[in-house]
């Protein structure tokens, strides 16, 4: 009798035409939730439509694909090109930084931010900027489209989150729909908390593991589950903090779980047995797992289902030979004929052809309306620009990194562009875009999140020649919100000391000229070198103010003049070969560096180029210096890298000891001691391989050659080396032999300062 009434609620609950309405609950479970790709796949192919989507963690990226329109085959696709693993780590592209960035990025130190005198402390290992972004390109077309309510997606959708203040599950329709995305599977520790109107939201799988209530309330009859979430974790599986924290919160949301599935019609319980929720690269063999599992049970959903079959609506009327378009701009309508021609082989309505052929294009906000066999298309041009969250920061500085001007077309990756710009300057914690709807187009925000902008930084370094020394800095990343930057830093070491002040300028106002002023003191004991043993130590004590005046070429470089003036002297310790007493030094220097490296150290491609040409004088010695440096490196098979360098430099016969070239050490030649040869003229030329281990290891060759003007002797070296990339920078042991017999060991930790 009650299976009978049970039979009879399910019935009256249909709507009129006999169908039930289908929600899909998709749970979490990390990389292991790709697998719900397969089960979409098989769902597809079977006829099953779907009609509602609430997904927890992963299982509102695919699910909030999938809403928003994407194909089970497109949704495949991305999963497998995607490197999941690049997308939490906040560190901007190098080739997205200024050149001063760049080479202030490229000591590796440990920093921290404060406000006054109270630091501000991590909240998570990454704020998920980059993955944030990549959502947002993928469903900006759909969140515009639907004007922020999900019910207005091409299937109405809820990203579940949990906010942390008050414990409360958040089901969010409305909005960003790669915010809600995003604030579903903050997983706590690794991602910040994500701020959604006030309130904090983290993993939705903490309130509820598997949204098959959240489901209900969007009016599913019918609710099918998918399971992917992770089993606990072995004894030995646990070797980190975040692993023991995942296991406590699945020890917690056990319960859960099997209270909620119990609630669902139809679950599909995925066995993943060997996949764990960090098994990205392995998203091949988990949705093909998935399609297998859920091929298995379909005959049974679809009995639970009475069979259903809906299909594509199908396109929509043909269109006459005389069609004629308006409003097209960035297309012909040559073009635009064929691409309907080509889309409606495939299938596609006029319409629809013709915005894919404007989405394939980048210009994923144009849509299309037709009147009788005319095609209206609207471009989706920006007809307003904003900044909002800059509270310190000037509108211009957000607003020169952004090639889109009002008027322009929307174009993907154009925006993509901008945004990394604009999060490459340094300033920001986060940078997204908010689209809406305005008559004669698209309003465009610029949503900033500002970090702190005082800074204090410490760095380590101990090498064979230099011995310990440490980096202590403090700093403003803002100056009136200019974007404008101001240093204060002292290096300490048994063999040198620097004391700085600094202030650079990356961007005037809305140019590319850039400036910078720095007056530093040094303190510095070096060797003289006859045939490989020491003769003599001197002490140097220098003073020095050097301005810059230059402009960016785009991100590629810089051309600047510099303008130095130092002073000091050389004192005796001990022995001979060096001078002895004051001496004065002002010069000019112009020169162009091109930079295209991606990353540093240990660089896997990209080229970096730098020509000079310096002339002393204006009240101190005169001389002339011309230098040129390059190099350039390739990887082929995804972990082998060569490298070229190349150093040619010559100055005038008679330079001042200070501006004298040297050659040697670990990084320049092997065998040899640091700056053991000195002279007027140098030329270097050194082929690498390296090869790219896990964690961060490398191990290379190198083959060093070497001269140094006035010696008559070529240098020919070779070694090895290995290197493990640290937060303090790389620590590295090396050793190298010359073809005159001197072999030496090289030890380094940290970067250099």
């Not at 497109?74 to 090109?81: G, K, Q, S, T």
């Not at 908390?193 to 939201?201: A, K, N, S, V």
């Not at 803002?478 to 974007?483: A, V």
Request: with cysteine; hydrophobic share 40%; net charge neutral.
């Amino acid at each position: 009798m009650l299976g009978l009434m049970g039979v009879l609620t399910f019935l009256l609950a249909l709507p009129v035409h006999g169908r039930p309405t289908v929600g899909l609950a998709l749970s979490g479970g990390g990389a292991r939730g790709l697998a719900q790709i397969g089960v979409l796949k098989t769902l597809e192919r079977a006829g099953v439509r779907v009609d509602r989507i609430a997904g927890t963690s992963i299982g509102a990226v695919v699910g909030g694909l999938y809403a928003a329109g994407y194909s089970a085959e497109e949704i495949e696709a991305l999963a497998r090109r995607v490197d999941w693993a690049a997308l939490i780590d906040d560190a901007p592209p190098r080739t997205s930084l200024s050149p001063g960035q760049r080479a202030e990025e490229d000591r590796r130190v440990l920093q921290l931010r404060f406000e006054w005198l109270r630091p501000e402390l991590p909240k998570g290992w990454t704020k998920g900027q980059y993955l944030a972004h990549f959502l947002w390109s993928l469903t900006a077309r759909a969140s515009y489209l639907c004007d922020g309510d999900f019910d207005r997606l091409p299937i109405p959708y809820r990203a579940v989150a949990t906010d942390i203040l008050t414990g409360e599950r958040v089901a969010i329709g409305e909005g960003d729909l790669a915010e809600a995305m995003l604030a579903s599977v903050s997983v706590p520790l690794l991602f910040v908390p994500h701020t959604w109107r006030g309130r904090w939201l983290a993993d939705g799988g903490l309130r509820e593991p598997v949204p098959v209530k959240t489901a209900r309330e969007m009016g599913a009859d019918f609710v099918i589950a998918v399971d992917t979430s992770a089993p606990l974790r072995t004894e030995e599986a646990l070797r980190t903090p975040l692993d023991i924290a995942d296991q406590a919160t699945t020890i917690l949301m056990a319960e859960q779980l099997e209270r909620q599935l119990g609630g669902a019609d139809f679950v599909v319980r995925l066995r993943l047995e060997g996949y764990t929720s960090l098994d990205y690269r392995r998203a091949d063999s988990l949705i093909a797992l998935g399609e297998r599992e859920m091929e298995a049970r379909i005959g049974e959903l679809l009995g639970l289902l009475g069979g259903l079959s809906c299909g594509k609506d199908g396109r929509s009327g043909g269109i006459s030979g005389n069609v004629e378009f308006e409003g097209n701009t960035l297309i012909s309508d040559e073009e635009l004929r064929e691409a309907m021609r080509a889309g409606w082989e495939a299938g596609l309505g006029p319409e629809e052809a013709v915005e894919r052929e404007y989405i394939r294009r980048g210009y994923v906000l144009a849509t299309v309306h037709r009147e009788g066999d005319d095609l209206f298309v609207d471009e989706g041009r920006v007809v307003r620009l904003e900044v909002e969250g800059n509270r310190i920061t000037r509108r211009y500085v957000v607003l020169r990194e952004f090639p889109l001007k009002v008027g322009d077309a929307f174009q993907i990756d154009e925006v993509s562009r901008g945004v990394e710009q604009i999060y490459g300057t340094g300033l920001f914690d986060r940078v997204s875009v908010r689209l809406r709807r305005e008559e004669g187009g698209v309003a465009l925000t610029l949503s900033v999140q500002e970090h702190l902008y005082s800074l204090a930084r410490l760095g380590l370094h101990f090498d064979r020649e230099r011995r310990s020394e440490v980096l202590a800095e403090l700093g403003y990343d803002n100056l009136f919100g200019t974007g404008g930057r101001l240093r204060s830093s002292v290096v300490l070491g048994e063999r040198r000391q620097v004391y700085q002040v600094g202030f650079r300028m990356d961007r005037f106002f809305w140019t590319y000229w850039t400036f910078s002023l720095y007056v530093k003191h040094r303190v510095k004991r070096g060797y003289i070198f006859e045939e490989g043993e020491e003769v003599g130590e001197y002490r140097e004590r220098l003073g020095l103010v050097l301005a810059s005046f230059g402009r960016q070429i785009r991100r590629l470089g810089t051309m600047a003049i510099d303008v130095r003036d130092e002073g000091g002297r050389i004192e005796s310790v001990w022995g001979t070969g060096y001078p002895k007493g004051k001496f004065k030094v002002r010069a000019a220097r112009i020169g162009v560096l091109f930079d295209t490296l991606d990353r540093y150290p240990f660089p896997r491609r990209g080229r970096r180029t730098r020509v000079f040409w310096e002339r002393g004088g204006f009240g101190g010695p005169e001389y002339i210096k011309i230098g040129f440096f390059s190099e350039s490196y390739q990887t082929f098979l995804r972990r082998n890298t060569l490298g070229i360098k190349l150093r040619w430099e010559v100055g005038s016969p008679d330079l001042p000891f200070p501006e004298q070239f040297t050659l040697g050490g670990g990084r320049e030649l092997f065998g040899y001691r640091e700056e053991e040869e000195r002279g007027w003229r140098v030329f270097s030329l050194h082929l690498e391989y390296r090869y790219w281990m896990p964690r961060y290891t490398h191990i290379g060759l190198r083959i060093d050659v070497g001269r140094i003007w006035p010696s008559t002797d070529l240098r020919l070296a070779f070694g090895g080396m290995i290197a493990l990339e640290t937060m303090i920078g790389p620590i590295s042991l090396s050793y190298g032999r010359s073809l005159d017999g001197r072999g030496r060991l090289y030890l380094s930790t940290g970067s250099q300062f």
